[in-house]
Nanobody, 115 residues
């Protein structure tokens, strides 16, 4: 199992920015995809963005134009830069990696967008 450690969540005002980080316990080159999901209270977990081993990125409609996913192979880390945050972005954000028919999750980091 891959260990994933997320950081970067917090409280931010509407219109603000945050950058989430997810550090993996092994090389990111071993993953088919790395992604970010979120789960708001009372709602199902949903995909926000993911990036493949060929660096092709996918974004949910709610994230397009505001969020950017990227990786740093030297640090085995995937990032989610979130700009123009809205109250609807409030959720626990989870890092996910998929490889060899497995799917591993981080512990989650809380993002709260509120004035």
């Amino acid at each position: 199992q891959v260990q994933l450690v997320e950081s970067g969540g917090g409280l931010v005002q509407p219109g603000g920015s945050l950058r989430l980080s997810c550090a993996a316990s092994r090389s990111i080159f071993s993953f088919a995809t790395m992604g970010w999901y979120r789960q708001a209270p009372g709602k199902q977990r949903e995909l926000v963005a993911h990036i493949t081993s060929s660096t092709a990125a996918y974004y949910a409609d709610s994230a397009k134009g505001r969020f950017a996913i990227s990786t740093d192979s030297a640090k085995n880390t995937v990032y989610l830069q979130m700009n123009s945050l809205k109250p609807d972005d409030t959720a626990v954000y989870y890092c996910n990696v998929q490889y060899s028919n497995r799917s591993d999750w981080g512990q989650g980091t809380q993002v709260t967008v509120s004035s």
